[in-house]
């Protein structure tokens, strides 16, 4: 199934039925008064938050939702049939925003949580409603009220415990496949992920927990070269980062450097995802050029304060010991 994350569509309610302009006429009541009934309410159309659907896709394809009218009133003070809403399934993660003024209407984070984007139009009132001492045969009824209509933003941010970032060709996709059921394309050239993965991680006795792999970010994505940063926004709701340093494709680079690099892309994004716990990987360390580097890179580190994990995602050398430190900060989160 094609990944979709972002969707533009219009939401319309229903239109209000009208109210009825009706008079009582039985055979004994030749001139009975009013008894127009009112229109319906139209439908809402609400959207729903429901682990059947992982993508907006849907939504892509099927840019209108427009919830049906209100039925009208009808003679004898019948009330026209309020119409069903509509609803529509998005997944779980899905932010809803104004399209023309950007703000975050709802935020459907969790499991059946429901949000009316778009209200039906009350009915009309039927011609009942206005009789008076003096006006006792009044010749007119409300039409029903409009729904209200907006253009929305659809954005998708995935749920996951851990996001997995780092450069192309970082080793992301074949930590994912070993720790995880997740099977995601891995292949040695840049950008084999375009799309974001999801895996879950059982690690010993410890609650399983979700890691998303991100598509691989390249210095300057900030400025919108290669993918870009579209796909960090997978990581805001994630408790902790974990970066995937790759110094085997240039003998000239080093661990810090490439986290630096990296981090600069993050801040360019969100400031904030700094502010979330953090493990830093040297991976690919079964490569020989990469081995005698990892006792220069782990000293490099610790002189910043940072304590740099080798290991290789290719062998699970070191793997375990990831992911108890994983397992150990997301206790803490």
């Not at 809803?96 to 009350?122: M, N, P, W």
């Not at 995935?158 to 780092?166: E, P, R, T, Y």
């Not at 609650?207 to 070269?225: Q, R, T």
């Not at 490439?258 to 040297?282: D, G, M, R």
Request: with cysteine; proline share 5%.
């Amino acid at each position: 199934m094609k990944f979709v994350d972002e969707a533009k569509i219009f939401v319309k309610g229903g239109h209000g039925g009208a109210g009825c302009v009706s008079f009582r006429r039985e055979k004994f009541v030749p001139k009975g008064g009013p008894d127009g009934g009112d229109g319906g309410k139209g439908g809402d159309v609400i959207f729903r938050a429901s682990k059947s659907h992982h993508t907006l896709l849907d939504l892509k394809y099927q840019q209108h939702q427009v919830a049906k009218n209100g039925g009208h009133g009808s003679g004898n003070n019948r009330t026209g049939r309020s119409a069903v809403d509509l609803e529509v399934i998005v997944p779980p993660g899905t932010v809803v925003k104004d399209y023309e003024t950007g703000e975050i209407l709802a935020d459907l984070s969790e499991l059946g949580q429901t949000f009316i984007v778009a209200k039906g139009g009350i009915g009309g009132k039927g011609n009942a409603h206005f009789k008076t001492s003096t006006h006792q045969t009044p010749r007119f009824a409300q039409e029903g009220m409009d729904g209200e209509e907006r253009w929305l933003k659809m954005e998708l941010k995935l749920l996951a415990d851990v996001g997995l970032v780092g450069f192309p060709n970082a080793g992301k996709s074949t930590f994912i496949s070993r720790v995880s059921a997740a099977r995601p394309k891995i292949a040695d050239y840049p950008f084999t992920t375009l799309t974001p993965h999801l895996g879950v991680v059982k690690y010993a006795d410890a609650p399983s927990f979700v890691v998303a792999d991100i598509p691989g970010l390249i210095a300057g994505a900030h400025e919108g070269l290669g993918m870009g940063i579209q796909f960090l926004r997978h990581v805001e709701r994630t408790a902790l980062l974990v970066h995937l340093i790759d110094i085997s494709q240039d003998p000239h680079t080093n661990a810090w450097k490439n986290f630096t690099a990296l981090t600069l892309e993050l801040e360019s994004y969100n400031p904030q995802l700094l502010a979330k716990a953090q493990i830093v990987c040297l991976n690919k360390i079964d490569l020989p050029a990469v081995r005698e580097k990892v006792k220069k890179s782990v000293a490099q580190f610790q002189k910043k304060g940072i304590i740099l994990h080798p290991f290789s995602a290719a062998t699970g050398e070191g793997l375990q010991n990831i992911l108890g430190k994983i397992v150990t900060l997301l206790n803490n989160t």
